[in-house]
Each structure stands twice: as structure tokens, then as C-alpha cells.
């Protein structure tokens, strides 16, 4: 088909089997290209280089505190909903030095970071993923202060989007408006069909990238079949949430009594911040050489869950779970509205599923929004 | 460090650097015993071109960083007219603070900054001033001092309302005649006494009650424990002072200093950056939240 000209916008066919070659050649353009797998019993995001590493035939059972990968059959390759990993390791990697210090005769001199960021492609990334994405842009890349190892890695990265056609038992992307279907900034956006997938070409890059693959045009109806495929799955959403007036709503209620509540289930131990795509917390880690003569500063990632995280000369902020929970879901769904005039949640559905606890986000969010009467 | 104008990619490498918290150096040049635990330690650039860039205003802090041991949030306490010699008065009281203890002048300690928003001395002009402060929190309120004593004649009535535990700590007790000297009426109070203690006993709110002021022409800047500055507003409200000529410092944890990692925040605010100083009606809404 190298003699038709592929359009920006533009949905065509790519059989599953040209699938490798669409990798093989993002890797031949130098980036690593990293995806759903299956590892431990969930799907996690590593290194895939072929088609046959994708999670194929899999669903996921996921409820309030639990998810359970199922071998349901298909021929599939993008029907499970996530697992416990965002792409956000990939940008804002859990762990980065900062600088190396080495003792000098006076004081210390300082070792820059090394300077080339890694090129990653990111393989299935679905519309709650993409807008979480295009949240910590809104975190990271600010007017007055930027982040340059985000930067660095955003500034390199390619983006292969998928439509959600079957969305898990904790998802709520539909009433956040993030998905099913993907929304911009992407460089392909995938909709995965029994025998093919659809490619809607988003950038340049994407356009070349598919140029030199056996695609062809897709027709209406088999476009047509795609977006029932999203339209149905927006009505099959495991959960809902009514977000109209939702941070004005929750900075109101900071003493609603559902705070101690909640605080009382929770056990305060950060997964929700771990497996959420937007959390953006960091701390610093000082690692010192025994003999002392070097030492290694770290961003890692914090959560608002730990007590050190508020803690401070005459103690802790928020030395109670109550506090600290309010903060979490206060400052994701509140808080993050003025700061970043975007919420703080895409409805990815997360951090309910890997809530040891199993509290719900959404079930919480709707006891704030009843009315208090005393 | 903003550092005036630069070509675009030198500024991008500044930005960045500041962005990745990489220390600049400065020498211990003196040290200050003030009180039992607390220190003044005087700090001066290695690098002559930051010192002669490098300024600040009152009620700003630096990044205080000892590698190895981490990083301290520490207001400036030294006089803004002279940046080249910045004071940091330290208590010793966590991991970062308890190694800076052990330093000697001479030693070379990390420093980013300077940081946050400062106090309003070009809004107060004109009116009365009451700083009022308790324990260390008389640190960052005494860069106000040194610029209130300077411009002495842009000020109405100033008066300082200073609080501590014990007379023993009590800072900077050797400037109080300086700044009597000044017009300044400095009013200080202990929570307990000593046989030596000739002076008030009680907490600071209380030394509201031994001045008259006009609340429509008076501006109140505060810092020290927050039951402190509950009271403090407390105080100025009962006595009609509008939430916008209210000014507080306030303490969180803090890390990047830039509004970055989350830590410090209040409500939408990161307080390493929309604060220390905030105006009181942008705290109004949080400020009665327990825990916040």
C-alpha cells in the first residue's frame, strides 16, 4: 500500500501479524517499547517486544480489594483492563538521582545526572491512562516551573493508544469523561477487533511509522463497529461517580463526619498513591559511602499516607488517618482543581481494586455528597 | 536562584539545575549561640558571583543541605540589606538541625533559595505595624525588623509582641535596646519565670492587652507555634482588624522548596511557594480544619 498516501486522522486496517513489525520498527527507531504483560497473577508494564507477550486471551476480575486475572479464551491481546502499574514509572520514574556528591579537600563537588533520557514507546495505553498523562503534564510541565527529567522522557515519547472496549468491575472513566474511547495526544490509537486492529493515525510520527506496514483502508462499517464497541463499554462501567461541583463540594466538607469514618477502615498504608496514575508526591533519599567520601541523592516516590511525609519540628500535620485520608482524596478530587485546574482522578478505578481495605473512591465520594442535617 | 537576565540556554541549564536541587556551597563564617539549642550560624557563598546576585526579602528561607543527612527548610533571619552575609538561626531539634549542630566555622553547608513569599513592608507603609512572635518564630520576623529600623520613617507605631518559654529562651535579647532605640516598642513575655525575670509572664496573645491599637491602620505580621497564631488572630479579630491586614508565617514539611513534591500543601496552596507568608484570608477557609 506504500503507493497511497496515509492521512493524519485517518482509521486504517493492520492485520494482528504486522503487529510485530510495527514494534520491531519502533525499536529500529531507538525506543524501547514497553506494554502489558503478565507477571505474579497481574498485569503489570514491561519490556514487550512481540505481539506473543501481550496478555492475550486474558480478563481481569476486579472488585474493591480484588483483582483476579482470568484465562477467559479469546484471541485478544488488549481486552484486560490494568493491572497495579501506571505509565507514570515510565516518566516519573519511582526512584531517579538527582546528583552524586564526592568529597573534595573542601567541601564537595557535584556530579550532574547523566543527560540522556531514556526513549520510551508505551504500548496500549488506554483514555484514563492518556488523560492521567496529560494530568501530570499539567503537574510536571507548568508555566513557571518545570520538571526536566519529566521533560526529558515526555519530550521522547511515543504513545500507542487503545479504545477500552471492555471495562473492568472498578472502572469509572465515563463519568470522569476520560475514556472509554481515547481522546487526543496520541501517536496511534488502537481499536483491537477479533481479527484486526483499527489504527487511527494521531501524529507524524505515527503516520510514518505506519507508511512502510501492510495496512488498508478501513471500511465504514468496520469503524462504525469500533465506536459501538466504545459506546457499549461506556455503559458497562463497573462504577459511577456524579462529578458535577465535586471539588467545590469536598473542600466544603472537610469536617463531614464520613472523614473518621473512612479514617477507621483505613489502613493508611499508600497503595492507592502507588497505583494511582496521577499521584505526584516525591521525597529525597541522602545515600551516603561508608567511609563517607560520597553520597547519592534520590527523588523517590512519597505518598501522603506516611507519617513522614507531614512530618515536621513539633510534629506531625496529620497524625491521624482520618487527616490523611481527607488529604489524599481531599486534595485528588479538591484541592488539585486550583492548583492544576483539572481533578486529580481520571477514573482508572486503581485504587479501589488494590485497596487492602477495599474502600471505594466513588463510594466515598458519594457519602460526602449527602447532607449532613443536625 | 533567579539570576537576573541570561541567554536562554544558560537560563534553562539555571532552571534546570534548581529544578534537580543542586546545592550551591557556602562557608560557615560565624557562629551565635542565642539560647539553649539555638544558634545563629553566618553563612557566606563560595562562589563570588552568586554572592554579589543572591538576595532576598524578609520572611524568605533558604534550603539548608548537609549531605548525607538531608535537607532543612530555615527562614533567613539576617538583615536583607545585606545579602552577602546571610544569618540562619537554627534549633537543633531534628536529623538535619542536630548535624548542622555539629559544624564548625569554616565548614561548607549546601544552600538553595531564597524561597517563598515575604512579608508585606511595602503594604504596610504608612500604617502600624505589630509583629508579633513567638519562640524561634521571631527568626523570619526579624529581617522585618532590620528593614522596619532602616526606613524607620515609612511606619507608624511598630511595636513587638514576643513571647518564649523561659527567659533563657529568649532570642536575640541584645538588639532590643537597638530597636527601643528605634522607636520600636518591644513588649516580651515567658510562659515561666526565673528568679532573674523582672518582666511579664503569659503567652504572647495576652500582650494584646497591654497596648491600644487602631485597626484600620494596623498590620499584623506573626509567626510562631500555631496555637500561638490562632490566638493572635483571635485577638486582632476581636479587636476588628480586617482578615487582609493579618499576615502569618506558617511551618510544614518541606522538601523542593519549588511547589514540586507535594508535600507542603494547604488546601490548593504549597506553602514552600504560595507561602510561608500568607495573607489571612487566604488561609480563612482551612485555618479552624483540625489537621489540615
Redesign the interface.
Known amino acids: 500500500m506504500a503507493d497511497v498516501q496515509i492521512d493524519l486522522g485517518a482509521t486504517v486496517i493492520l492485520g494482528k501479524a504486522e503487529f510485530d513489525r510495527l514494534l520491531a520498527r519502533l525499536r529500529a527507531l531507538g525506543y524501547t517499547t514497553v506494554g502489558p504483560r503478565v507477571q505474579d497473577g497481574a498485569v503489570t508494564y514491561g519490556p514487550v517486544e512481540r505481539l506473543s507477550d501481550l496478555p492475550q486471551g486474558y480478563t481481569s476480575e476486579q472488585d474493591a480489594g480484588r483483582y483476579r486475572l482470568v484465562a477467559a479464551g479469546h484471541p485478544r491481546y488488549f481486552d484486560v483492563t490494568p493491572g497495579p502499574h501506571t505509565w507514570k514509572q515510565y516518566l516519573f520514574p519511582p526512584r531517579t538521582t538527582l546528583f552524586t556528591l564526592r568529597r573534595a579537600d573542601r567541601g564537595w563537588t557535584t556530579e550532574s545526572r547523566d543527560g540522556i533520557a531514556p526513549r520510551f514507546a508505551l504500548i496500549g495505553v488506554r483514555g484514563c491512562e492518556l488523560e492521567a498523562l496529560h494530568v501530570q503534564d499539567r503537574v510536571f510541565l507548568r508555566e513557571d516551573q518545570i520538571d526536566p527529567i519529566y521533560r526529558e522522557r515526555r519530550r521522547r515519547l511515543f504513545i500507542l493508544a487503545v479504545n477500552c472496549l471492555r471495562p473492568g468491575g472498578t472502572c469509572f472513566c465515563a463519568s470522569m469523561g476520560t475514556g472509554p474511547r481515547v481522546g487526543g495526544g496520541f501517536d496511534l490509537a488502537l481499536t483491537e477487533l477479533d481479527e484486526v486492529f483499527l489504527v487511527e493515525i494521531g501524529s507524524e510520527v505515527g503516520r510514518t511509522l505506519m507508511a512502510d506496514l501492510a495496512w488498508e483502508s478501513a471500511s465504514a462499517f468496520l469503524q462504525h463497529a469500533a465506536a459501538q464497541g466504545c459506546e457499549r463499554a461506556a455503559r458497562q462501567m463497573g462504577r459511577t461517580v456524579h462529578v458535577e461541583g465535586l471539588p467545590e463540594m469536598v473542600m466544603e466538607r472537610l469536617e463531614h463526619p464520613r472523614w473518621s469514618e473512612v479514617g477507621k477502615r483505613c489502613l493508611s498504608c499508600g497503595s492507592c498513591t502507588l497505583v494511582c496514575p496521577t499521584c505526584f508526591c516525591w521525597d529525597t533519599q541522602d545515600h551516603s559511602a561508608v567511609k563517607c567520601d560520597q553520597t547519592r541523592r534520590d527523588r523517590v516516590w512519597d505518598s501522603c499516607f506516611n507519617p513522614s511525609y507531614s512530618y515536621q519540628a513539633g510534629g506531625n500535620t496529620r497524625p491521624n488517618v482520618r487527616s490523611r485520608y481527607r488529604q489524599w482524596l481531599a486534595h485528588k478530587v479538591g484541592a488539585w482543581k486550583g492548583q492544576f485546574d483539572t481533578l486529580g482522578c481520571v477514573g482508572c478505578g486503581r485504587c479501589i481494586t488494590w485497596c487492602p481495605a477495599g474502600i471505594d473512591i466513588t463510594e466515598e465520594i458519594a457519602a460526602l455528597q449527602q447532607e449532613v442535617r443536625s | 536562584m533567579r539570576v537576573g537576565a541570561t541567554p536562554s540556554g544558560a537560563r534553562r541549564a539555571a ?2 539545575r534548581d ?5 550551591f ?1 557556602a562557608e560557615i563564617t560565624g557562629i551565635q549561640r542565642e539560647a539553649e539549642g539555638i544558634s545563629t550560624y553566618w553563612l557566606r557563598f ?1 562562589d563570588a558571583a552568586l554572592r554579589d546576585a543572591y538576595g532576598f526579602a524578609p520572611g524568605q528561607f533558604n534550603m539548608v543541605y548537609l ?5 532543612a527548610a530555615i527562614s533567613i533571619s539576617s538583615d536583607p540589606a545585606e545579602p552577602g552575609r546571610i544569618g540562619h538561626t537554627i ?1 537543633f ?2 536529623n538535619v ?1 542536630r548535624a548542622v549542630s555539629r559544624l564548625k566555622v569554616g565548614d ?1 553547608v ?1 544552600l538553595r533559595g531564597p524561597f517563598g513569599t515575604a512579608w508585606p513592608m511595602k503594604e504596610a507603609k504608612g500604617n502600624d505595624v505589630i509583629i508579633s512572635a513567638g519562640g524561634i518564630g521571631l527568626a523570619p520576623l526579624r529581617p522585618a525588623i532590620h528593614h522596619i529600623v532602616r526606613c524607620r520613617a515609612d511606619y507608624g507605631k511598630v511595636t513587638l509582641l514576643y513571647g518564649a518559654r523561659t527567659p533563657k529562651d529568649l532570642l536575640y535579647t541584645t538588639e532590643f535596646d537597638a530597636w527601643r532605640k528605634a522607636d520600636i516598642q518591644v513588649n516580651v513575655t515567658v510562659d515561666r519565670a526565673d528568679e532573674s525575670w523582672q518582666g511579664q509572664v503569659g503567652v504572647v496573645p495576652l500582650l494584646f492587652y497591654r497596648f491600644r491599637m487602631e485597626a484600620q491602620r494596623s498590620v499584623v505580621l506573626s509567626c510562631g ?1 500555631e496555637i500561638m497564631l490562632r490566638f493572635v488572630v483571635f485577638e486582632s479579630r476581636a479587636r476588628r482588624v480586617p482578615s487582609d491586614r493579618i499576615y502569618l508565617s506558617l ?3 518541606m ?2 522548596g ?6 507542603c ?1 494547604l ?2 496552596h ?1 506553602i514552600c511557594k504560595h507561602g510561608p507568608v500568607f495573607r489571612f484570608d487566604d488561609l480563612e ?2 485555618f479552624d ?4
Open positions: 532552571v534546570d529544578a534537580l536541587l543542586a546545592p556551597w563560595e549531605p548525607g543527612y538531608g535537607e534549633r531539634v531534628g538541625t561548607v549546601g507555634p511551618e510544614r514539611n522538601k523542593c519549588q511547589g514540586f513534591c507535594g508535600h500543601q488546601g490548593a504549597f477557609p482551612y480544619v483540625e489537621e489540615y
